[in-house]
């Protein structure tokens, strides 16, 4: 069932927009695809990596 979790939706939407920011950790400029609101840390792609929460299977 494709439609039960969203997956196959959204395709024809275009680009996402994307916003600068520098990130929390190591002070590098990337981008995100969300608003940042100021109250909690932005990190790049390699630091996220770090700081992700730890997922229990």
């Known amino acids: 069932m494709v439609g039960d979790r969203g997956f196959g939706r959204g395709f024809n939407r275009g680009p996402r927009e994307m916003f600068d920011v520098k ?7 990337t981008q995100v695809p969300f608003k940042p ?18 997922r229990d299977y």
């Open 37 to 54: 609101s100021g109250d909690r840390p932005v990190y790049c792609k390699e630091c996220y990596q770090k700081h992700r929460p730890k």
């Open 23 to 29: 990130c929390s950790d190591c002070g590098i400029d």
